[in-house]
């Protein structure tokens, strides 16, 4: 493959060679189509590195760039059916942009069906925008441009051409694994829950009732059990085999609606769990399914079992529903599965005591201690209720609950609860504590370390252990935290105002320009070396690195005090003005948005479109470069090098 961008570069241009050689083309596309009359199939064909992905043709609002097709002159024709997608895309969240992303990996042929309005010879043409990347890198978007010589002798013209992928992020999140053991703890949690633990022994109780025939009793606890499954995992498979539609992982995941509904669920639990009510489902429904099951026999056992799972929902009801947001954002059988594990999880103490019935002796008796995770499960519900409201916030920018914010809320709610822990706070329901027991100790050490890691982010560490669960850093805060500002006493002033300044920023709060011919002539103007940083708005491993290695104090200083700082966006879909228009020395093709101009200049000076792309020009013309690193070491002494 390498030898073949070689060839190709030595027919086209002896120079490209230096120029191609360090470029990387993961996804390859061709054109043909098939003309039946006036009627013609348009495919449009990508071949895709392994480990390599293109995003879908559809993407959510706040996410990368989706694939899509752009006709130059589409009046010679009409459009006959949507585009037809083969294989169908693979569906992932992606932790980066908490959004539900769609890619196709290995190969995609998209087929277009049109109708020509004319039987003479005509010519279609346009190009694709595409977007993809692997596990470890990311590179910008960019056009393969297609040309389709129709109503010609020619049954068909196939045009083919090489492109390069683009970046993002498309990661699958958690895996199976990790999820289907959060999976079982969620349901040996829901145990303990005030609704379900007092049940066990009564349940348990009437399998043995009435009963001269043992291995018919656990038998049937048995099948009350496996219905308990049943239940649980039906409830998952509606998911999972899409009941609720298609797109209902990305509905769950972005829009506003389904995430402000979880909210407030997640809040009316807490404040029940606090004491201030009980959630009471409605009586006929629970009477109906508690009278089929007095009938006895399997299908007694299995009404019991339905009726068990109504009531327990009282108090299961977040469990649930954090485990099938999850599953559904992780796409395929996840759901199934998720339910399945935690179903098990939940039924294995009903059936193991119906089968050792002597067992229920050594119990512990419902009391004070339940009231007590009653409690605990309350802030965890408050905590972590806050995730759907950051949702809505981040999806559609809103910019209201911020790191800082988020954070302060989170640090206040895992304080009280450990004081409630050393008994400092009581509610209504709880029993007198005379004393902090050793387990209750140990739990509040714990609840207060987590307090003074979070209380670190406010002052700027990254949190990495966390980061999934809390909004990302922010340029626009009103909680001071470690940015160039905070960490040095003079901030780089720039040498006039900055370029689209109105509608772009560098991290941390640094003080920098996002034209390239801007930040150069104030760098000559300071007598400062520049730092110049190739990134995009889609680009995860960019954030990755802004939210980690960027937040460094001293790295931060170093950026502030002793550089002119340049961040180029290779993404950027904004319209320059014809006197900025340049034409490429790489493919001669005039460049007129400032992404398209950002990447040809690193393209022609750096020969690699892989960002984020860090480049230090040192006031001699001498150059130093770095590419991805998340290590924190590595980034500051690249930066520090550059200034010796």
Request: glycine residues 8%; hydrophobic residues 45%; neutral net charge.
């Amino acid at each position: 493959m390498k030898m073949k961008r070689i060839l190709v570069g030595l027919v086209l241009f002896l120079g490209f060679i230096s120029v191609r050689a360090q470029i990387i083309e993961p996804i390859k596309w061709s054109f043909d189509a098939v003309q039946n009359g006036d009627e013609v199939e348009l495919r449009f064909i990508a071949d895709i590195e392994t480990n390599w992905h293109l995003y879908d043709t559809y993407l959510p609002d706040g996410g990368p760039i989706a694939t899509t097709i752009i006709y130059n002159d589409s009046s010679k024709f009409s459009l006959v059916g949507d585009l037809l997608k083969e294989p169908e895309p693979e569906e992932h969240f992606d932790n980066t942009f908490q959004l539900n992303l769609r890619y196709f990996s290995n190969k995609a042929i998209l087929t277009q069906k049109i109708k020509l309005n004319s039987s003479d010879p005509v010519s279609i043409s346009g190009y694709v925008t595409f977007m993809g990347c692997d596990d470890e890198q990311c590179l910008p978007p960019n056009d393969a441009e297609f040309t389709f010589n129709l109503n010609k002798s020619a049954k068909d013209t196939s045009t083919k051409m090489e492109s390069e992928p683009a970046q993002g992020s498309a990661g699958g999140g958690q895996t199976l694994w990790i999820f289907l053991m959060i999976s079982l703890v969620a349901g040996f949690a829901s145990i303990l829950t005030p609704c379900v633990f007092p049940m066990i022994p009564m349940t348990v109780s009437f399998f043995m009732r009435g009963s001269e025939n043992r291995a018919k009793s656990i038998r049937t606890g048995i099948f009350f059990g496996l219905s308990i499954v049943f239940v649980f995992t039906l409830l998952g498979a509606l998911f999972s085999f899409g009941v609720f539609g298609p797109n209902v992982g990305n509905i769950l995941s972005t829009h506003w609606i389904p995430n402000g509904l979880f909210f407030i669920l997640f809040l009316v639990f807490a404040i029940s769990f606090f004491g201030a009510f009980e959630i009471i489902l409605p009586s006929s429904l629970v009477n109906k399914t508690d009278a089929k099951a007095d009938k006895g026999g399997l299908v007694g056992a299995f009404f019991m079992a339905l009726t068990t799972v109504i009531v327990s929902f009282s108090c299961t009801g977040p469990f649930i529903g954090a485990l099938i947001i999850e599953a559904v954002q992780g796409g395929g059988l996840r759901p199934l599965f998720g339910m399945f594990f935690y179903g098990l999880a939940f039924a294995t103490p009903f059936t193991l005591l119906a089968i050792f019935p002597s067992a229920l002796s050594k119990l512990p008796k419902s009391g004070g201690w339940l009231n007590a995770i009653k409690v605990v499960f309350a802030f965890v519900l408050l905590a972590f209720g806050l995730k759907f409201l950051s949702n809505i916030d981040q999806v559609y920018g809103l910019n209201l609950l911020s790191r800082e914010v988020y954070l302060s809320i989170w640090i206040v709610i895992f304080f009280l609860l450990g004081l409630y822990f050393l008994g400092k706070i009581k509610f209504s329901h709880d029993s007198d504590v005379p004393f902090v027991s050793v387990g209750r100790l140990m739990l509040s050490i714990a609840t207060f370390t987590f307090v003074l890691y979070l209380f670190t982010g406010l002052m700027g560490a990254p949190l990495r252990s966390i980061s999934a669960l809390i909004p990302p850093a922010s340029a626009h805060s009103g909680i001071p935290h470690v940015s160039a500002q905070s960490v040095s006493n003079a901030p780089a002033e720039l040498c006039g105002p900055a370029k689209y300044a109105d509608k772009l920023h560098l991290p941390q709060n640094l003080n920098g320009y996002f034209d390239y011919e801007q930040g150069l002539a104030c760098a000559k103007e300071q007598g400062k070396p520049v730092f110049v940083v190739f990134k995009g708005h889609a680009c995860a491993n960019c954030k990755k690195m802004e939210n980690s290695v960027w937040t460094d104090p001293e790295t931060l200083q170093l950026l502030s005090e002793k550089f002119v700082v340049i961040g180029l966006y290779t993404d950027d879909r904004t319209k320059l003005p014809e006197s900025e228009w340049v034409t490429s020395s790489v493919d001669g093709n005039v460049k007129k948005t400032m992404g398209k101009k950002n990447l040809d200049i690193q393209i022609s000076k750096y020969n690699t479109n892989s960002i984020p792309f860090h480049v230090v020009i040192k006031p001699d013309g001498t150059e130093e470069k770095l590419g991805v690193t998340f290590d924190n070491d590595e980034f500051k002494n690249f930066i520090k090098g550059a200034l010796e």
